[in-house]
């Protein structure tokens, strides 16, 4: 079945220093989700991308969505201790409806 | 205050129980769903359902079941033939519509544990 694969499992950066994750899926995605959960909550939406290269930014977020539409980043600069939590990655395939595939997830740890 | 109402918060299931695990949305969404996490892992998809009186299996079906007989509630009962049931359960609700794709908004979950 599909699958999106999420890299690193786990990330533990200093306060001010870059994080990046990254998804991959095995088949062409129409469409790619992110959201952020924090310990001991619910996931919560970050952001859609839909359009292959697209690039969107939200203050020190910065998505990608691969040209082949297969593939996305999420970096954060100069991460803070609020961006503390597992942030995941969601895809939807071609035809289906809004039905997502989710990624394991990367675990982000901010030593202040 | 619109948003999604799971209860309860914690739930503990004795061997060879059932067990509901309530979900309530007052976002006038039409698609619901519900997903398992465990520890270390993403969101698995449990059932999902687009419009009230409908609802397909997702990827973790099996000892699960759900009805959907309200537009604002989607229950889920976790069946004594679930031989690991503990886990977090998440339910959500979106917009939804073939090939429009928009967030899903994710209630507070339920922990289930086995006594």
């Known amino acids: 079945g599909q699958q999106v694969m999420q890299i690193p499992q786990y990330q533990h950066v200093q306060e001010g220093e870059d994080f990046t994750t990254y998804c991959n899926s095995s088949?062409?995605?129409?469409?790619i989700q992110w959201y952020k959960q924090r310990p001991g909550g619910h996931p919560v939406f970050l952001i859609q991308l839909v359009k292959s290269g697209e690039v969107k930014k939200q203050k020190r977020l910065t998505f990608q969505f691969g040209e082949a539409k297969k593939n996305s980043s999420l970096h954060i600069t100069a991460t803070q201790t609020t961006d503390v939590g597992t942030y995941f990655c969601a895809g939807s395939i071609s035809g289906g409806y809004n039905k997502l595939i989710f990624g394991a997830g990367t675990r982000l740890a901010v030593h202040p | 205050d619109g948003g999604i109402t799971q209860s309860p918060k914690y739930l503990f299931r004795k061997e060879g129980q059932n067990v509901t695990l309530s979900c309530e949305q007052n976002?006038?969404?039409?698609?619901m769903y519900w997903y398992r996490q465990d520890p270390g892992q993403g969101l698995r998809l449990i059932y999902y359902s687009q419009i009230v009186n409908d609802f397909q299996k997702g990827d973790i079906a099996e000892g699960y079941s759900v009805s959907r007989e309200k537009k604002e509630s989607f229950p889920l009962t976790v069946t004594s033939a679930q031989k690991n049931p503990t886990a977090f359960y998440l339910c959500a609700s979106s917009k939804t519509g073939t090939g429009i794709f928009t967030p899903q908004h994710f209630g507070d979950g339920t922990r289930l544990s086995i006594l």
């Open positions: 088949t062409t995605l129409s469409n």
């Open positions: 976002l006038n969404h039409d698609a």
